[in-house]
């Protein structure tokens, strides 16, 4: 199978962009109940369902602790192409067309959760990527953030985490 992660990236994109122009402090499907965003947490999932959820943290003492995780409903984007790789990835290799145009391949003669693991850091990445254009393209600038507001991937069951903790603050202020 192949997955083509192209059009994800730009949906993905789109999605943050929306979710960004559309964010209100008083109506907030997040952590905390703060006015200034501290977190912007990108969550993902690839294996029982897929999907992608964009949270914004305004808890004063917002850390990537995972409360992103019981703010689903009203904040997910469903990745059905992703279930579909993973559930081929039992069976077959996995060709993975990432969103530069190069190709990853995952082989099926590996151990399942060694699969799964990398299905994970490939999505995982380009969620990163996604998080960094969207930066570098200004889309948070609007946004109120503390003022040490930090960016977050993290895969639903932990096989995927961005950035590493001990280096906070280095790649993901926002």
């Known amino acids: 199978m192949q997955l083509d992660l192209r059009q ?11 979710r960004v122009r559309t964010f209100d402090p008083t109506n907030n499907n997040g952590p905390g109940d703060g006015s200034l965003v501290k977190r912007i947490d990108i969550g993902f999932e690839s294996d029982q369902a ?21 703010h689903f409903a009203g904040n997910m984007l469903e990745r059905p192409n992703w279930l579909e790789a993973n559930e081929s990835l039992r069976e077959d290799d996995l060709a993975l067309m990432l969103p530069n145009g190069s190709l990853v391949e995952i082989p099926a003669v590996d151990f399942w959760a060694t699969r799964y693991r990398q299905l994970a850091a490939v999505l995982g990445e380009m969620l990163k990527a996604v998080l960094l254009r969207a930066r570098a393209d200004g889309a948070f600038a609007a946004l ?3 003022v ?9 069951h932990g096989a995927y985490g961005w950035p590493v903790y001990e280096c906070r603050g280095e790649e993901n202020r926002a």
Request: glycine letters at 4%; hydrophobic letters at 45%.
């Open 148 to 156: 040490d507001c930090e960016l977050g991937v993290e895969h639903y």
């Open 144 to 146: 109120p953030k503390a």
């Open 8 to 18: 994800d990236f730009a949906d993905i994109y789109a999605y943050v962009a929306d």
């Open 50 to 70: 897929a999907w992608v959820v964009l949270v914004f943290d305004t808890r004063p003492n917002a850390e990537p602790d995972g409360h992103w995780t019981f």
